[in-house]
C-alpha cells in the first residue's frame, strides 16, 4: 500500500522566512505527486502538481515543489512566506494508473503558521 | 471554479443511530466521487469510490455495510453511517471528479462534516 509521510507537523515563521516542507512517499511505481492546501475555513485546493517531465514544479502563490525519485521525496518550498500563507498543507500521491484516477493518498498535514 | 458543496458541517447524534452525509456538485456533473475520513493528526484516509449508477468500491478495512454510499445522480453523492458508535466520530471529506477526467484541476473538495457520536 502506498503511504506518505509529512514529517513536519507544526511548522512556525515569521514573514519573509523561507519554508520548506518535507514530503516522502513509499510506492514502487511511476507516481502523480501533489500539494493542497487548506485555508482556516475553506476547502482543500490544488497547490501544485507533478505528473512527469521537469522535477521542479510552479504552483500558485510562489510556491514550488521539487520532485528527487530517488529520494522518494516531493518537498514544498516558498523563498518567502506571507501571513497569508497559514494553512495546513497536505502532500498526497496517487498512482500513475488510469484506474485509481482520484484515488489519492495523503499526508497527515502540516499546520504553517506564520507571524506577521 | 466548481464548488462542490458537503452537509451537515457537522452532526452529533447518539450511538445506535444513523447520519447520512451528502456530497454534492453544484455546477458541473461528477461521475466518480471519493469518500475520505479523517482522525485528529492524521491523514485523510481514502474510504471509497463513488460511481454514478453503480456501486461503490471501498478501500482495504472499510466495512461497506457500515458505511453506506449511494451516488443515485450526476450531483449527489450520500455516505450513511450506521448504526454510528463514538469510534466513527471522525472528520468526513468528499471529493468531486468534473467532467473530462485526467486533470486534476477538475478534482474539487467539499468542506468536509464533523461527526460526534456520543
Known amino acids: 500500500a502506498q503511504s506518505v509521510s509529512q514529517h513536519n507537523h507544526h511548522v512556525i515563521l515569521s514573514e519573509a522566512a523561507s519554508l520548506e516542507l518535507g514530503c516522502n512517499y513509499s510506492?514502487?511505481?511511476?507516481?502523480?505527486l501533489f500539494w493542497y492546501v487548506q485555508y482556516p475555513g475553506q476547502h482543500l485546493q490544488l497547490l501544485l502538481k507533478h505528473f512527469s517531465g521537469d522535477p521542479l514544479v510552479k504552483g500558485i502563490k510562489g510556491f514550488e515543489a521539487e520532485f528527487i525519485k530517488s529520494k522518494f521525496s516531493f518537498n514544498l518550498r516558498k523563498p518567502s512566506v506571507q501571513w497569508s500563507d497559514t494553512a495546513e498543507y497536505f502532500c498526497a500521491v496517487n498512482a500513475n494508473r488510469g484506474s485509481t484516477l482520484g484515488r489519492l493518498y495523503f499526508g497527515r498535514g502540516t499546520q504553517l503558521t506564520v507571524w506577521p | 471554479g466548481a464548488v462542490v458543496s458537503q452537509h451537515p458541517s457537522w452532526v452529533i447524534c447518539k450511538s445506535g443511530t444513523s447520519v447520512k452525509i451528502e456530497c454534492r456538485s453544484l455546477d458541473f456533473q461528477a461521475t466518480t466521487m471519493f469518500w475520505y475520513r479523517q482522525f485528529p493528526k492524521q491523514s485523510l484516509m481514502l474510504m471509497a469510490t463513488?460511481?454514478?449508477?453503480?456501486?461503490?468500491?471501498?478501500e482495504q478495512g472499510v466495512e461497506k455495510d457500515k458505511f453506506l454510499i449511494n451516488h443515485a445522480s450526476l450531483t449527489l453523492s450520500t455516505l450513511t453511517v450506521t448504526s454510528a458508535h463514538p469510534e466513527d466520530s471522525s472528520f468526513y471529506i468528499c471529493s468531486a471528479l468534473g467532467p473530462g477526467s485526467g486533470r486534476y484541476e477538475k478534482l474539487f473538495f467539499g468542506s468536509g462534516t464533523q461527526l460526534s457520536v456520543l
Open positions: 510506492y514502487g511505481g511511476t507516481v502523480n
Open positions: 463513488s460511481n454514478e449508477g453503480s456501486k461503490a468500491t471501498y
